[in-house]
């Protein structure tokens, strides 16, 4: 039983301080390897714009003849994407009469989980681009596509296929997916490399995944880390292969289970905390105390041609 305490609604709000400080975060984790300047951060300035700037193309054009000007290169035009801030906002009052007479410690539950709403809302959003990657109403990029998509364009033109078949955890995927980080297509359409990937995925194949990662029967010996086959370790947030290559990320807020997302080394993907604020108003009467939080963020990417998507 709560005891009669005047001093009770600065305890609600020393909860809601301990429960956003110690609130579990992935979201991070999610955007590991982002091109610089993008990826998972916060921003003092406003964010109306990130722009796409395309490498020279670097090949030679002939020259015909010995002496003749050499031909200009003509360097593709950088774009850019328009991307929409979202502002989020919530208020609790605390009542001194309310507090004084919770037997059963109701206030201090909603204190608590009002302090996790902030930290809880930037995982559900960070999480959004993967949960929304096949969502028409939800394009992005500067060729204003779903995140996953058949028919990416190319600055120089043409389309590539950013998407594999649902299908779990498996060696054969492994390969699929090295595969394609051997093939990105630059601008261009030539094929690029990129040797490290972060698969994105939901705590059950996330289990799989360490069972392949660290199994000796896995692609070739390079990603063995055990002698033991098959070995089913406890879900960890991070799970690194043993040349460093892969990384397997579980994302608890993934809403299709069956959805993966590799993402290459210097992928465009990204979330901006604009801004983040918290406040309270003692209010004399009625005695309580009013509990403000607010916070702005943008998400989107730049370019998809580094991010495999696995749930076509």
């Known amino acids: 039983?709560?005891?009669?305490?005047?001093?009770?609604?600065?305890?609600?709000?020393?909860?809601?301080?301990?429960?956003?400080?110690?609130?579990?975060?992935?979201?991070p984790q999610l955007y590991q390897g982002a091109a610089e300047g993008l990826g998972f951060g916060s921003t003092d300035s406003a964010v109306e714009q990130v722009i796409r700037l395309p490498l020279i193309e670097a090949t030679l054009p002939e020259v015909p003849n010995k002496g003749d000007v050499s031909p200009s290169l003509t360097p593709l035009q950088p774009r850019a994407v328009t991307v929409t801030g979202r502002t989020f906002r919530a208020r609790m009052e605390?009542?001194?009469?309310?507090?004084?007479?919770?037997?059963?410690?109701?206030?201090?539950?909603?204190?608590?989980?009002?302090?996790?709403?902030?930290?809880?809302?930037?995982?559900?959003?960070?999480?959004?681009?993967?949960?929304?990657?096949?969502?028409?109403s939800f394009p992005g990029g500067w060729d204003n596509l779903t995140l996953?998509?058949?028919?990416?364009?190319?600055?120089?033109?043409?389309?590539?296929?950013?998407?594999?078949?649902?299908?779990?955890?498996?060696?054969t995927l492994l390969e699929q997916i090295l595969d394609y980080g051997m093939n990105i297509p630059s601008e261009y359409g030539w094929p690029s490399v990129s040797n490290r990937v972060y698969i994105i995925t939901?705590?059950?194949?996330?289990?799989?995944?360490?069972?392949?990662?660290?199994?000796?029967?896995?692609?070739?010996?390079?990603?063995?880390?055990?002698?033991?086959?098959?070995?089913?370790?406890?879900?960890?947030?991070?799970?690194t292969s043993a040349d460093g290559r892969v990384t397997i990320v579980s994302a608890p807020y993934l809403e299709n289970k069956d959805w993966q997302f590799a993402l290459y080394e210097g992928h465009e993907l990204f979330f901006f905390r604009r801004w983040m604020y918290e406040d309270m108003e003692e209010l004399k009467d009625p005695r309580a105390i009013v509990h403000y939080r607010g916070l702005r963020v943008v998400n989107g990417w730049v370019d998809a041609r580094k991010v495999l998507v696995i749930g076509a």
């Open 202 to 239: 939901g705590d059950t194949y996330a289990r799989r995944w360490a069972q392949i990662l660290n199994s000796p029967t896995a692609i070739a010996h390079p990603y063995n880390t055990s002698t033991t086959a098959n070995q089913n370790p406890a879900i960890k947030p991070l799970i």
């Open 94 to 136: 605390y009542y001194w009469e309310d507090v004084q007479d919770d037997k059963w410690g109701y206030w201090d539950a909603q204190a608590t989980e009002f302090g996790k709403s902030v930290e809880r809302t930037i995982e559900v959003l960070a999480h959004e681009i993967f949960n929304r990657a096949f969502d028409a």
């Open 1 to 27: 039983m709560i005891s009669a305490d005047p001093y009770k609604l600065g305890y609600l709000a020393s909860l809601v301080k301990k429960a956003s400080t110690e609130y579990r975060s992935v979201a």
């Open 148 to 171: 996953a998509n058949a028919n990416h364009q190319l600055m120089a033109g043409g389309t590539y296929d950013n998407t594999l078949p649902a299908q779990p955890p498996s060696e």
